[in-house]
């Protein structure tokens, strides 16, 4: 390696890093090890290797038995919160899923009523399976430190396998996962926002032409308001839900009280009959059927939010009943007025309240888009920290709720995507087929993780876990078999999404190894170096530096190219180590950890979990509880800036290694990341060879 100095304020070139937490074998580390961040290149995501590990002070082990949450009594605000967050986006899918599955049935035959009977018995048993029974009664258990969603999960796995192999498996699968719920991100707010609008052509058929302009307006205005923070907006986010949820309920039950007939749908025997009648036809409407359980991810999601019991006791006692009743209204509508099958959900309500349906229906669907939204930033932040995608500016919204944060990056992301898919697909109908896919795919993923979690961390019997998980499986692999039948159709869209995401993950995980790597062969044992500095003829400066870097037990570049253009060093030196850590927040009391190297100079490694942003200037000032007087004011910070070029004989593929470093020149500088004052840092190129 080469260095060259350059000036702090270059940033656009700066590559970053990433090795990160779950790829434990990729650097040699022991079974279990955690990864360091990685502050030379300003990316926390590279791992340190065992040895290092034996010098450093040892973190706690997390007791993943232990009871992580005391529960706290449920009251009506929490329930209020719940309801605005956590179910906006189930509670949208009356919009639109029974009509979607009639709609199959009608593009062969006329659809009869014992066929509406099947298809609302067969709805209202997919979400006491899927969302009762798998998600409320069984995943939810599996809480991380008390956070739950896919990645969450994925760390929780991996800590109970001892194999490299298996816990490659498992971040492979929570990977996948993560990339279906991104595409699950881009489609919700285009469907649930067209599904709301379409509702105005009930009242006035005229305004056809406006539903794609409306929709498109009600996305820009949405993700416009994004930096504003969900705490500006969430206040209303509750009432508006349980305004939503009880008009769900009072007009289903109006319809009902008409026709109670349609309450036998309750049976399984009816959605039995269906199945075996109807033999292929049955199959392809279970396409559309599992679109009544979207957004059942968010309950498991969002228990770091609210905790468990809220979240089980609003779908228990309200949720759940709320959207029984409208699936069964809806049906019984049908049955009675064929005609109603062009848009049941809004000829469920009076003519005259049909315009302010439509309205509330948006404020609904937005709300349901927003906690998606909400939801993206925080597993696309769990997956900055966890090595598998570069830094981004990560803004926080709120100064007392880490929780509330907001990337401009993906937002845009989030916004062209729905967009695009407004305008390519036109129509609820359409983008249903889309739908289907990333949803189905997450529950794949999120149902083989649970496997391990509970045959290994819950310590069930193996009859015990293959007895309740394959019954899973079998559903969820049906589900997405008939989703797959659309793939032509629009399922092709969260499919080619989630490859190019795994794509690019792995592709920034592979060559942040094959740097860190490079970086350990041609590095200076620190041991060598603090042994031999006493003889040296160093010139010593008053004032605090900060070096930066990502392997603790070597020298970081950044000093050694220091030495030689400035020959100079600090009276105070601290060598800063990132540690990302494979569970949600680090233990109280582990944040920072100090080894004393020499007089004056310090090794400090600053742990963070996969859903906490690094504050270095911060932590840095927790020192003085350890003996070290640190005045932030007076530090200055030395930062590696990588120049990566092809070696004679690369490691990576040509295509792979230029989408690596188109990625890296976009990473957002690590001053910004790690919240270092721009002007107490001074850069050093490092040219690495891959």
Same mark, same amino acid.
């Given at each position: 390696?080469?260095?060259?100095?350059?000036?702090?304020?270059?940033?656009?070139?700066?590559?970053?890093?990433?090795?990160?937490?779950?790829?434990?074998?990729?650097?040699?580390?022991?079974?279990?090890?955690?990864?360091?961040?990685?502050?030379?290149?300003?990316?926390?995501?590279?791992?340190?290797?065992?040895?290092?590990?034996?010098?450093?002070?040892? @973190?706690?082990?997390?007791?993943?038995?232990?009871?992580?949450?005391?529960?706290?009594?449920?009251?009506?605000?929490?329930?209020?919160?719940?309801?605005?967050?956590?179910?906006?986006?189930?509670?949208?899918?009356?919009?639109?899923?029974?009509?979607?599955?009639?709609?199959?049935?009608?593009?062969?035959?006329?659809?009869?009523?014992?066929?509406?009977?099947?298809?609302?018995?067969?709805?209202?048993?997919?979400?006491?399976?899927?969302?009762?029974?798998?998600?409320?009664?069984?995943?939810?258990?599996?809480?991380?430190?008390?956070?739950?969603?896919?990645?969450? =999960?994925?760390?929780?796995?991996?800590?109970?396998?001892?194999?490299?192999?298996?816990?490659?498996?498992?971040?492979?699968?929570?990977?996948?996962?993560?990339?279906?719920?991104? !595409?699950?991100?881009?489609?919700?707010?285009?469907?649930?926002?067209?599904?709301?609008?379409?509702?105005?052509? &009930?009242?006035?058929? !005229?305004?056809?032409?406006?539903?794609?302009?409306?929709?498109?307006?009600?996305? @820009? !205005?949405?993700?416009?308001?994004?930096?504003?923070?969900?705490?500006?907006?969430?206040?209303?986010?509750?009432?508006?839900?349980?305004? +939503?949820?009880?008009?769900?309920?009072?007009?289903?039950?109006?319809?009902?009280?008409?026709?109670?007939?349609?309450?036998?749908?309750?049976?399984?025997?009816?959605?039995?009959?269906?199945?075996?009648?109807?033999?292929?036809?049955?199959?392809?409407?279970? !396409?559309?059927? &599992?679109?009544?359980?979207?957004?059942?991810?968010?309950?498991?999601?969002?228990?770091?939010?609210f905790g468990a019991q809220p979240i089980r006791y609003a779908w228990n006692f309200f949720v759940l009943p709320m959207l029984v009743l409208n699936y069964f209204g809806q049906g019984?509508?049908?049955?009675?007025?064929?005609?109603?099958?062009?848009?049941?959900?809004?000829?469920?309500?009076?003519?005259?309240?049909?315009?302010?349906?439509?309205?509330?229906?948006?404020?609904?669907?937005?709300?349901?888009?927003?906690?998606?939204?909400?939801?993206?930033?925080?597993?696309?932040?769990?997956?900055?920290?966890?090595?598998?995608?570069?830094?981004?500016?990560?803004?926080?919204?709120?100064?007392?709720?880490?929780?509330?944060?907001?990337?401009?990056?993906?937002?845009?992301?989030?916004?062209?995507?729905?967009?695009?898919?407004?305008?390519?697909?036109?129509?609820?109908?359409? =983008?249903?087929?889309?739908?289907?896919?990333?949803?189905?795919?997450?529950?794949?993923?999120?149902?083989?993780?649970?496997?391990?979690?509970?045959?290994?961390?819950?310590? +069930?019997?193996?009859?015990?876990?293959?007895?309740?998980?394959?019954?899973?499986?079998?559903?969820?692999?049906?589900?997405?078999?008939?989703?797959?039948?659309?793939?032509?159709?629009?399922?092709?869209?969260?499919?080619?999404?989630?490859? &190019?995401?795994?794509?690019?993950?792995?592709?920034?995980?592979?060559?942040?190894?094959?740097?860190?790597?490079?970086?350990?062969?041609?590095? =200076?044992?620190?041991?060598?170096? @603090?042994?031999?500095?006493?003889?040296?003829?160093?010139?010593?400066?008053?004032?605090?530096?900060?070096?930066?870097?990502?392997?603790?037990?070597?020298?970081?570049?950044?000093?050694?190219?220091?030495?030689?253009?400035?020959?100079? =060093?600090?009276?105070?030196?601290?060598?800063?180590?990132?540690?990302?850590?494979?569970?949600?927040?680090?233990?109280?009391?582990?944040?920072?950890?100090?080894?004393?190297?020499?007089?004056?100079?310090?090794? &400090?490694?600053?742990?963070?979990?996969?859903?906490?942003?690094?504050?270095?200037?911060?932590?840095?000032?927790?020192?003085?509880?350890?003996?070290?007087?640190?005045?932030?004011?007076?530090?200055?910070?030395?930062?590696?800036?990588?120049?990566?070029?092809?070696?004679?004989?690369?490691?990576?593929?040509? +295509?792979?290694?230029?989408?690596?470093?188109?990625?890296?020149?976009?990473?957002?500088?690590?001053?910004?990341?790690?919240?270092?004052?721009?002007?107490?840092?001074?850069?050093?190129?490092?040219?690495?060879? @891959?």
């Open positions: 390696m080469t260095g060259t100095a350059t000036s702090s304020g270059d940033h656009n070139a700066t590559p970053a890093s990433g090795a990160g937490a779950s790829d434990k074998g990729a650097a040699g580390k022991a079974a279990g090890a955690r990864d360091s961040g990685h502050p030379d290149t300003g990316h926390p995501d590279a791992g340190h290797t065992g040895a290092a590990a034996k010098r450093v002070p040892h @973190i706690t082990e997390f007791d993943a038995d232990a009871p992580q949450h005391a529960a706290a009594p449920v009251g009506f605000a929490a329930l209020l919160s719940v309801l605005g967050v956590v179910y906006g986006d189930i509670g949208t899918s009356p919009l639109y899923a029974l009509r979607s599955t009639i709609e199959v049935v009608t593009g062969h035959h006329q659809i009869q009523d014992s066929e509406v009977m099947g298809i609302c018995s067969l709805i209202f048993w997919t979400l006491i399976v899927v969302v009762t029974v798998k998600y409320v009664m069984l995943v939810m258990r599996a809480d991380h430190n008390g956070e739950g969603g896919i990645l969450a =999960l994925t760390s929780l796995a991996q800590r109970v396998v001892s194999t490299p192999k298996a816990r490659l498996v498992l971040g492979l699968t929570g990977i996948a996962g993560a990339c279906l719920f991104f !595409g699950d991100g881009v489609i919700t707010p285009a469907i649930s926002v067209l599904s709301a609008i379409e509702g105005v052509e &009930v009242s006035l058929p !005229g305004a056809r032409d406006f539903v794609i302009p409306m929709a498109i307006a009600v996305i @820009i !205005g949405l993700f416009s308001v994004q930096w504003l923070g969900t705490g500006k907006v969430g206040t209303i986010f509750g009432p508006v839900m349980l305004l +939503w949820f009880g008009s769900l309920g009072l007009m289903g039950l109006v319809e009902i009280l008409h026709h109670p007939g349609i309450l036998f749908a309750l049976l399984p025997t009816y959605a039995l009959m269906f199945i075996i009648h109807h033999g292929a036809l049955s199959f392809m409407a279970l !396409g559309s059927v &599992v679109l009544c359980v979207t957004g059942a991810e968010a309950l498991y999601a969002d228990m770091g939010h019984a509508l049908i049955i009675a007025e064929p005609g109603a099958l062009a848009n049941p959900f809004f000829m469920l309500a009076p003519h005259a309240m049909q315009v302010p349906l439509v309205i509330l229906a948006t404020f609904a669907t937005v709300i349901a888009s927003q906690a998606g939204i909400s939801g993206g930033f925080q597993v696309c932040r769990q997956l900055i920290q966890l090595g598998y995608l570069p830094r981004m500016r990560i803004v926080h919204t709120n100064a007392e709720e880490e929780g509330q944060i907001y990337l401009p990056d993906f937002n845009r992301f989030l916004a062209v995507g729905a967009i695009l898919l407004v305008i390519a697909f036109r129509s609820s109908d359409a =983008l249903a087929a889309a739908y289907g896919i990333a949803v189905t795919g997450t529950f794949i993923c999120t149902t083989c993780l649970c496997f391990v979690v509970f045959r290994r961390h819950f310590k +069930w019997s193996e009859r015990a876990t293959l007895a309740t998980f394959i019954p899973f499986l079998i559903i969820d692999t049906t589900f997405f078999s008939a989703n797959a039948l659309k793939i032509p159709d629009g399922g092709w869209v969260p499919l080619m999404l989630g490859c &190019v995401l795994t794509l690019m993950m792995t592709t920034w995980k592979r060559g942040r190894s094959l740097i860190i790597a490079r970086q350990g062969q041609d590095s =200076l044992p620190m041991g060598s170096f @603090i042994a031999r500095l006493p003889q040296s003829r160093t010139i010593r400066v008053p004032g605090m530096a900060v070096f930066l870097t990502a392997t603790p037990e070597f020298v970081p570049p950044c000093l050694l190219h220091n030495l030689k253009h400035n020959k100079v =060093l600090h009276d105070h030196v601290l060598f800063v180590t990132i540690e990302n850590l494979d569970q949600p927040e680090a233990d109280r009391g582990h944040r920072v950890a100090v080894e004393e190297l020499a007089h004056d100079m310090y090794r &400090v490694i600053l742990r963070y979990g996969f859903m906490e942003t690094p504050n270095i200037p911060r932590a840095l000032v927790e020192l003085k509880a350890n003996g070290v007087d640190f005045d932030p004011l007076q530090a200055s910070y030395f930062i590696s800036r990588e120049l990566v070029t092809r070696s004679s004989i690369p490691k990576m593929a040509r +295509w792979r290694l230029s989408l690596f470093l188109f990625m890296a020149r976009n990473a957002t500088p690590a001053t910004e990341f790690f919240r270092i004052p721009m002007d107490r840092v001074v850069e050093l190129g490092v040219k690495v060879a @891959i």
